[in-house]
């Protein structure tokens, strides 16, 4: 499909997370540490890392939550699903979420994705990776992937990345192969075609399913798509190829899926298909919101206990109280979801004595634009020592402050007499302790 020469070296891939007008700020935060990148053809967000002085991850745009490590073929599937803003998507099989957060990107502040995962310690991976990305229109439950209490037909956009062999993470993993193969295959194999029929159920007439997996093993790529067609009843819709990538002829004359050709260009093998159910889409909508089942302690949070600044930047839904937690439920999520469905918002932070105490990693929450409480800052030394638990000396009086590098907002800071440190964080930040020393 694809003729030009390969490049056989291993490149590092990662995702911006960022508006528009933020992306140059981010870049300049990535060069300022010493990674060089160059942008991917396939998507204005998608990077391609050149120089890595240190890993990624502990770079101060990881901790802070403006980029995401992901192998470039890993990004395909949201972008074939291709939801568009405001929509609602369901993500079936989603820890670690890293095509839910992309999913996330696509719709925008006004959609909606529900990420479903069933493992409990998956589900806290997947919940602080939302959390860390500042995804506020995303939410989270946990159901067996092939018994999902939801009305048949009340998706229109779907995602479905089951588990699977990973044989096209082989570069990696050299034995993933002989691990995975016949008799431990085959139970994947059955998982994955109950997701399949699952997923065809709750698919609306004339929704967009996009089964996706990171192995090239016909048995659970092109075999399921002959099923879902003669036998769920879908339709495969024939799919272009992306720049950037090389592809094989998927096997068994299944036309139109993608098949990536791993070792080459850093990406992984990886399968992409997208299906639709034929017909026309009426997607039932919820004349108010409705609260998700949960314990009988919530309460919605008193507007008074989030500051007006803040109520002012969050996307429409509502704020409540989960026993110490406040959780942000977006309204697109309120108005598809029906009542009594156990789910979870974002987490915004604790409640404690009837007042709001906000996680600092929201810079989702902060104001565009540095004001007189703000600390505005030229170079990362300050940042790193923020970051290792040290404190920033400020001439600021109020308790609170809120922190940009070059106008781009970081994170909140807590004010004890002439000391600025970082506030509350959610578990998921205790590795920001760990952030690399590395001007």
């Avoid at 699903?81 to 502040?109: F, I, N, R, W, Y």
């Avoid at 990536?260 to 108010?288: M, N, Y």
């Avoid at 009086?397 to 506030?423: E, M």
Wanted: net charge positive; with cysteine; hydrophobic share 40%.
């Amino acid at each position: 499909m694809n003729m030009r020469k390969a490049d056989t070296r291993v490149f590092r891939s990662f995702r911006l997370l960022a508006r528009p007008e933020q992306l140059s700020l981010v870049e300049e935060l990535l060069h300022a540490q010493g990674f060089a990148f160059e942008t991917e053809d396939f998507s204005p967000l998608a990077r391609k890392l050149i120089a890595e002085p240190f890993p990624l991850g502990a770079s101060l745009a990881s901790l802070f939550g403006y980029s995401y490590i992901q192998d470039r073929s890993s990004m395909l599937p949201p972008l074939v699903l291709d939801p568009p803003p405001g929509a609602a998507v369901l993500d079936m099989c989603a820890s670690p979420g890293s095509k839910t957060s992309l999913l996330a990107q696509l719709v925008g502040e006004n959609g909606f994705v529900l990420a479903n995962e069933p493992n409990p310690k998956r589900l806290a991976t997947l919940r602080q990776n939302l959390l860390r990305q500042n995804l506020l229109q995303t939410g989270t439950c946990s159901f067996p992937g092939e018994r999902i209490p939801m009305p048949s037909a009340s998706w229109e956009y779907i995602q479905l990345d089951p588990p699977c062999s990973g044989w096209g993470t082989e570069a990696k993993h050299p034995t993933v192969r002989k691990l995975w193969k016949d008799d431990k295959v085959r139970p994947l194999a059955r998982l994955q075609r109950r997701l399949l029929k699952e997923a065809a159920r709750l698919l609306a007439p004339g929704g967009r399913l996009v089964y996706s997996t990171c192995t090239t093993n016909s048995e659970e790529n092109e075999e399921h798509i002959r099923f879902a067609v003669e036998e769920l009843g879908l339709m495969l819709l024939p799919l272009r190829p992306f720049a950037g990538f090389f592809f094989d002829e998927p096997a068994q004359g299944v036309a139109g899926s993608l098949l990536v050709r791993g070792h080459v260009d850093g990406a992984q093998g990886f399968f992409i298909a997208l299906l639709t159910k034929p017909g026309h889409c009426e997607i039932q909508r919820f004349p108010s919101f409705s609260l998700p089942e949960c314990a009988p302690s919530q309460h919605l949070v008193p507007l008074a206990t989030l500051e007006d600044e803040v109520q002012a930047l969050l996307p429409p839904g509502e704020s409540v109280v989960f026993g110490d937690k406040i959780c942000f439920l977006p309204k697109a999520g309120l108005l598809h979801l029906p009542a009594g469905l156990r789910w979870q918002g974002c987490m915004l932070g604790k409640a404690h004595d009837g007042r709001a105490r906000l996680f600092s990693c929201l810079h989702r929450l902060l104001p565009s634009v540095p004001g007189t409480d703000s600390l505005n800052l030229d170079n990362i030394a300050p940042l790193i020592d923020l970051l290792a638990g040290r404190s920033l000396e400020t001439s600021l009086t109020a308790k609170q402050i809120f922190l940009y590098w070059r106008d781009l907002p970081l994170a909140r800071l807590n004010v004890k007499g002439s000391r600025a440190l970082l506030a509350s964080m959610p578990p998921c930040q205790g590795r920001w302790h760990a952030a690399s020393a590395k001007v």
